[in-house]
C-alpha cells in the first residue's frame, strides 16, 4: 500500500512540474508575441528613411530611377502635382520658382493625405491639423516628423520625381 502511495505521489509530482514547465512555455510563447504587438499599434512612419537633410539638387541625389508625374503647365495651372497613386506630391519651391520641390503626401502623425494650400504655402493634415512647409519641414504638430522628400526636377516640359 505504502508502495501503491508513493508511486501515485511521484506520478502527482511529475504532473505538477509538467504542468509547471508547459505554463512557462506558455508564457514565454505570450512574452515573445508582446514586441509585435506593440509595434503594430505605433504611430505612422514612412516605410523609408530619409536624411535629416534631403538632396537639394539633381546632382546631388543618389541616382534612381525618375517617373513622370505631369507637365509643367499642368503645375502652372493646377498649383500641384499628384502622382497617379496618390503617394507623391509636386509643388513649386516658393523661394525659387525655376525648381520644384517633392514630398510623400502622407502624413507623419497619424497616416491621413496632406493637402496643399497654395494661398498659405504650406500642407495641412486634414485629420489632425499638422502643417508642413512646401519642403515637408513641420511648421505646426502634432506631427514631429518632416514628410519624407524626394528629388524632382524639370526637364523640358516635364516633371521628373526620382523614387
Not at 508502495?3 to 505570450?30: C, D, E, P, V, Y
Not at 509643388?91 to 497654395?118: F, I, Q, Y
Request: glycine fraction near 4%; include cysteine; aromatic fraction near 6%.
Amino acid at each position: 500500500m505504502f508502495a501503491l502511495n508513493l508511486a501515485n505521489a511521484q506520478r502527482t509530482h511529475m504532473n505538477l512540474n509538467r504542468r509547471k514547465l508547459l505554463s512557462w512555455f506558455g508564457l514565454g510563447w505570450l512574452a515573445s508575441l508582446l514586441p509585435s504587438s506593440l509595434i503594430g499599434c505605433s504611430e505612422a512612419t514612412p516605410n523609408v528613411s530619409t536624411p535629416a537633410s534631403a538632396p537639394e539638387s539633381v546632382a546631388a541625389a543618389p541616382s534612381g530611377n525618375f517617373k513622370e508625374i505631369g507637365t509643367v503647365a499642368q503645375l502652372d495651372k493646377d498649383k500641384v502635382l499628384v502622382s497617379s497613386d496618390k503617394k507623391i506630391v509636386v509643388v513649386r519651391n516658393p523661394n525659387d520658382a525655376t525648381k520644384v520641390l517633392a514630398v510623400n503626401a502622407t502624413c507623419t502623425h497619424k497616416g491621413c493625405t496632406v493637402a496643399w494650400k497654395s494661398a498659405n504655402k504650406e500642407f495641412v493634415c486634414p485629420c489632425h491639423d499638422a502643417k508642413f512647409a512646401a519642403d515637408g519641414a513641420v511648421r505646426q504638430g502634432p506631427a514631429h516628423k518632416p514628410l519624407q522628400r524626394y528629388t524632382a526636377k524639370i526637364v523640358d516640359t516635364k516633371v521628373l520625381v526620382s523614387t
